[in-house]
């Protein structure tokens, strides 16, 4: 069947949504194309890394503060994951220190808070006294956040000192020794 009905002769309607269609079509062509940029940039993450060289003059830093304190104890550091980067243990520190240096600073990174403050918000009968029985979790101060430029870029433990917050102390002292240097 041929149509013979010219465009005057069709309904006003469906040129006006004819019209519409094809203005609309691009403008959501428009729309979607600048969502996609924002979607595939959610799609990566980027982060801040220590490098191994100043992971491990962090270490030396807290080891040295410890030593000068007449501490022998144990300093590890981790990534923003938690991941050992540089485990020192100097010669007469205790056999538990390493793992302990280790575990302090995971703990650290993994709650994004430094250990002594958990070892305050995590007292028996609190809400948080659960986070003690976690796998891995050591609640002992002496596990510090290592930031940089406003990220979380690691932690650095100490184990050895007597008590937890001389291991605190130096691991603080670690830090500090290498501020200028964290600011990438």
């Known amino acids: 069947m041929i149509d013979n009905a010219s465009d005057n002769d069709r309904p006003q309607s469906e040129g006006s949504e004819n019209m519409i269609v094809r203005k609309l079509v691009p403008a959501l062509a428009v729309a979607l194309s600048l969502c996609a940029p924002a979607s ?80 305050a918000a995590s007292k028996e009968g609190t809400a948080q006294s659960g986070v003690r029985d976690l796998p891995g979790a050591v609640v002992l101060g002496g596990g510090v956040m290592i930031e940089a430029g406003g990220s979380l870029v690691g932690a650095v433990g100490v184990s050895g000192a007597p008590g937890g917050e001389a291991d605190d102390a130096c691991a603080k002292a670690g830090i500090e020794a290498v501020r200028d240097k964290l600011e990438f």
């Open 40 to 119: 595939a940039q959610e799609a990566l993450v980027t982060f801040k890394s220590l490098s191994p060289e100043l992971a491990l003059n962090l270490a030396r830093a807290a080891l040295a503060d410890c030593q000068k304190r007449g501490y022998q104890v144990a300093v590890a550091v981790v990534d923003r994951f938690g991941v050992p980067q540089v485990m020192l243990r100097d010669r007469f520190a205790g056999a538990h220190t390493p793992n302990t240096a280790i575990g302090k600073a995971w703990t650290a990174v993994s709650f994004r808070t430094n250990t002594n403050d958990l070892v």
